[in-house]
């Protein structure tokens, strides 16, 4: 299996986001506070952080998942942790 980029990452981030918080992916960029731009609070965050796991067979430690800010940060915690495995 061939790891995915950062576009189909983002791609599959976005949807599940959508899907999550019942809002058009237009409406979620790079650059998107999780908190202040999408509204996530933790009980959507353990949400997201089991799609993530489940998405991309990762084990992400709820440290790591409390960092994250923007959407952009949880991509570059998905490569890393894709690139680690």
């Keep these: 299996m061939t790891t ?3 576009d189909q990452i983002f791609s599959r981030i976005r949807k599940a986001l959508a899907k999550l918080l019942k809002i058009p992916e237009s409406k979620i960029s790079l650059e998107a506070s999780l908190k202040d731009d999408l509204g996530i ?6 949400d997201l952080l089991f ?3 489940d998405g991309f067979k990762l084990k992400i430690s709820e440290e790591k998942a409390s960092q994250l800010r923007t959407v952009n940060d949880v991509i570059e915690l998905i490569k890393k942790e894709l690139s680690d495995g």
């Design 4 to 6: 995915p980029d950062a």
């Design 41 to 46: 609070d933790s009980v959507d965050n353990l």
């Design 51 to 53: 799609a993530i796991e």
